[in-house]
């Protein structure tokens, strides 16, 4: 497991890279948007293309926070199948399937009015994010899985069959690691995002289901639109209401004859 790499891969960790391919294994790479490194260009060498972006949603997101999207859609595969609620990502990048890709599938997506925000070093510089043409409209895909054919094939014995069964080369790419911190692994179904590809890297797939909830402080999901409904009903329209009624009240009392 790769989580939030930071720094360039070092020679070693090309080479283990390489063995990966060649004779098979299990690799889950979680990479966090805005990081400087070249763990991209190495998974694009393998069919994954990962965006130099940040997903944003403005309406189904955490509390109005447009980078910390939910994603509620997902693929027909082994680690998402039984999956009904949403996960919640934190700074979340694209990833996708390069054109050409074989054994690969994007299997969790953002919601339709999200977006792939590019162009970073403005959104840095303003603070906000506004979808024009190069930007790529939702759904957005953040996780692929797949399985790849081995580069070397599977050594023989003297009768010719194969010594021992084929190896695999698994992988699972994540564009966010917060989702499966101890802070947000809590949250909604990123438990079990992250438990059941663990469980299907390593082909024990009678463990992948779906995890009792643990008890924890309620939550209330909302939109971007619903907490703004709030937050003006709270600031501005129920103060003014109360306000008014006073001063009818005092006006009618005052009206009212004297005894």
Do not use: C
């Not at 695999?168 to 690691?177: L, T």
């Amino acid at each position: 497991v790769g989580a939030g790499p930071t720094g360039r891969l070092l020679e070693r960790e090309h080479a283990w890279f390489a063995a990966w391919r060649d004779r098979g294994g299990a690799v889950m790479i979680l990479l966090d948007p805005r990081t400087h490194n070249n763990v991209g260009g190495v998974l694009a060498s393998r069919g994954i293309a990962v965006g130099e972006d940040v997903v944003v949603d403005a309406r189904l997101a955490l509390f109005g926070q447009a980078t910390s999207p939910f994603a509620g859609r997902f693929a027909n595969h082994p680690i998402t199948a039984k999956m009904r609620d949403t996960v919640l990502f934190h700074m979340v990048r694209s990833v996708g399937v390069a054109d050409g890709a074989t054994g690969l599938v994007p299997i969790v997506f953002t919601g339709e009015e999200s977006w792939a925000e590019t162009d970073l070093e403005a959104w840095t510089r303003t603070g906000q994010a506004k979808f024009d043409a190069r930007d790529t409209l939702g759904p957005i895909s953040v996780m692929v899985a797949g399985e790849l054919a081995l580069e070397l094939a599977p050594e023989t014995d003297e009768s010719g069959e194969d010594a021992d069964p084929p190896a695999r080369a698994r992988i699972v790419v994540v564009g966010d690691s917060d989702f499966a911190s101890n802070q947000r692994i809590g949250d909604y179904q990123n438990r079990d995002l992250f438990v059941n590809a663990v469980n299907w890297l390593v082909d024990d797939t009678d463990q992948i289901a779906i995890r009792p909830p643990i008890s924890r402080a309620s939550r209330f999901r909302m939109t971007g639109e619903s907490y703004l409904r709030i937050q003006l009903l709270s600031l501005f329209v129920i103060p003014e209401l109360i306000a008014v009624a006073g001063v009818i009240g005092w006006w009618m009392r005052r009206k009212r004859p004297a005894n």
